[in-house]
């Protein structure tokens, strides 16, 4: 009898485990999510997922949210949080909506410090469900994905700080390169002037579309007293940008100018030659560049400057010597100023001295010389098209294979018979108006040198050009006294 309800037993258990496990199988439904729903809103203007960006840099960021369709229960709070370092900062909290849809969007600015950022996105309904976004944005350093621009530094070129006078005119250049970081070809190029918190656009490119860019130009400061920033902004293609600015003072009246004292010693030897030194007696001061002018404008030699400070009373000296040659020698320097009220101001000064001496006299021995103009007739036979730049009408040139005949410290050039047209201009000049290969100076000769008294009264003037009101062979020398100054001298007579 045991036995049985033992089994009687085990049986009546094993159904009810049986129908208990059956039971379970048939009550398995899927999990229903009661969450409302949240979505990020999307496209090229927007952040929706983890990235990197530049500290402080502006970005946009938008959600949408509703109700979850299966609970219709509308949506009670919504909140965004960002987190730096363990730094809580709640940027947005609504815990009233009591609405069905929600859509937010604003632009944000990232961290100011290099690090990372969590942003949390979360609405909660009136039953408590909530959902959750977010995303990290790491921040570095200004400048990582902006493209490149940097200023052409230089002698001619304004690329800090400085004073000037109004109105004066400076240089400036840029050289701009996308970022290697983004490849992002550049787009646009901005200069800005603001003066009295008044920004004035100068200069506007668009549409550049290259990896690199290049932009140089004369600028003038502000005809009013005062300090003018001026900022010069390369932009690519994603919008990102870069600047590069400077601050113009300007000042009014005359400028101050810095006192410069030239002297020289003689260097003995054949030729004797000059070693020349120029000391400014009021202020430190930074050579930009010198132009150093010859007497009797027989030529001019530029240097600049390294950068190199020179203090008040402090020699400055030329790497070369100079030819002893007497006359004026004339100093141009343009510098900064580096020391006192007027420090880095830049100026302009001209000096001079005399050096006693003689000018040597101008060698013309070798130089040739041609006629040339529409006056001068193809009918010459060795006449042909005018070859040089100024490419004006038949060049003819002068007898004796057009080098002078030399009497003296007079050269005289001729042409023999030369047939002119009427009332067509012609000049006399050295061959194609280029400075010669040796001795002379490049020169053009016309009407304003011409001996009227001695020459045909069919010669007349034809806007400073010669020229005749009847066609014909003429003789024309043009004679060069050395000796005067190298004084040019044309007479044309009927043959």
């Not at 730096?84 to 929600?102: A, K």
């Not at 293609?237 to 004292?261: C, D, K, M, V």
């Not at 030329?318 to 100093?331: A, H, I, Q």
């Not at 009264?457 to 010669?466: E, P, Q, R, S």
Request: with cysteine.
């Amino acid at each position: 009898m045991k036995r049985f309800i033992y089994l009687a037993g085990i049986i009546v258990l094993s159904g009810f485990m049986i129908f208990i496990s059956c039971k379970k199988e048939n009550n398995d439904t899927p999990s229903v999510d009661n969450t409302p729903v949240l979505t990020f809103i999307t496209g090229t203007d927007y952040i929706s997922s983890d990235t990197t960006l530049e500290v402080n840099t502006v970005f946009k960021v938008g959600v949408l949210g509703s109700k979850n369709p299966n609970t219709n229960i509308d949506i009670a709070t919504f909140k965004i949080v960002r987190d730096f370092n363990g730094i809580v900062e709640i940027v947005h909290e609504d815990n009233n909506i009591g609405e069905s849809y929600l859509s937010w969007e604003s632009n944000e600015v990232t961290n100011s410090e290099v690090g990372e950022e969590k942003w949390t996105f979360t609405i909660t309904d009136y039953t408590g469900h909530k959902k959750e976004l977010l995303f990290v944005i790491t921040t570095v350093e200004q400048g990582v994905f902006s493209p490149e621009i940097l200023f052409i530094e230089g002698e001619d070129y304004t690329f800090e700080n400085v004073t000037l006078n109004i109105n004066s005119d400076f240089k400036v250049g840029v050289n701009a390169l996308t970022n290697p970081n983004t490849n992002k070809n550049l787009e646009s190029f901005k200069i800005v002037r603001t003066f009295n918190n008044i920004p004035t656009t100068v200069f506007e490119e668009s549409n550049i579309s290259s990896n690199n860019y290049t932009w140089q130009g004369d600028l003038s400061a502000n005809n009013n007293v005062g300090a003018e920033n001026w900022t010069f902004t390369i932009f690519d293609q994603s919008g990102r940008a870069n600047e590069l600015s400077f601050i113009i003072t300007t000042t009014g009246g005359t400028p101050y100018l810095p006192n410069f004292s030239p002297t020289y010693l003689i260097i003995s030897g054949t030729p004797e030659l000059l070693d020349f030194y120029i000391t400014c007696t009021t202020d430190d001061w930074e050579m930009i560049k010198v132009i150093v002018s010859y007497p009797g404008g027989l030529g001019n030699e530029a240097y600049t400057g390294n950068g190199q400070i020179m203090t008040q009373y402090a020699p400055f000296t030329f790497s070369n010597y100079f030819p002893k040659l007497g006359g004026v020698w004339t100093f141009a320097i343009l510098g900064i100023i580096k020391s006192g009220q007027h420090v880095n101001e830049s100026f302009s000064v001209v000096i001079s001295m005399v050096v006693t001496g003689t000018l040597p006299l101008t060698n013309w021995t070798d130089v040739v010389c041609d006629a040339v103009g529409t006056g001068v007739s193809a009918d010459n036979p060795n006449a042909i098209p005018d070859p040089s730049g100024w490419a004006w009408g038949n060049k003819l040139v002068a007898d004796n294979g057009g080098i002078p005949v030399v009497a003296g410290d007079v050269y005289t050039w001729t042409w023999t018979g030369v047939i002119l047209e009427t009332n067509e201009g012609f000049k006399v000049r050295t061959e194609n108006g280029e400075a010669p290969p040796s001795g002379g100076a490049n020169f053009d000769a016309g009407y304003g040198n011409l001996d009227v008294a001695n020459s045909s009264t069919h010669v007349v003037d034809a806007g400073g050009n010669l020229s005749v009101d009847l066609k014909g062979a003429y003789t024309i020398t043009l004679e060069i006294d050395a000796a005067s100054e190298d004084e040019k001298t044309i007479t044309i007579v009927e043959n």
